[in-house]
């Protein structure tokens, strides 16, 4: 399986971004957003089974919110009110993830 994150980019404090993920097929357990910052571990940031149920990171609550589209194999990631600390490369997989399904991830900086 490949997964393709995009929708990074620049982003001011407070600003906005959504970002996307496709996969190359159907996935039906529970997909989720990571991210990795500089000098630290990747996290897991939001999730979302294949029924719809989400949950999220305590940094992220009320800022974020995930979604999934089955029909076309894809997952979003919709961020409101950025904070510098949010500056990470972002990944999509699955929740336990799978090693072999990390691609390259999308940037998110969030910064003056």
């Known amino acids: 399986v490949q997964l393709q994150a995009s929708g990074g980019g620049l982003v001011q404090p407070g600003g906005s971004l959504r970002l996307s993920c496709a996969a190359s097929?159907?996935?039906?357990?529970?997909m989720a957003w990571y991210r990795q910052a500089p000098g630290k571990q990747r996290e897991l940031v939001a999730s979302?089974?294949?029924?719809?149920?989400?949950n999220y990171a305590d940094s992220v609550k009320g800022r974020f919110t995930v979604s999934r589209d089955n029909a076309k194999n894809s997952i979003y990631l919709q961020m409101y009110n950025l904070k510098t600390d949010d500056t990470a490369v972002y990944y999509c997989?699955?929740?336990?993830?799978?090693?072999?399904?990390w691609g390259q991830g999308t940037l998110v900086t969030v910064s003056t």
């Open positions: 097929r159907g996935i039906f357990s529970t």
């Open positions: 979302i089974t294949s029924g719809g149920i989400t």
């Open positions: 997989n699955t929740v336990p993830f799978v090693r072999n399904w």
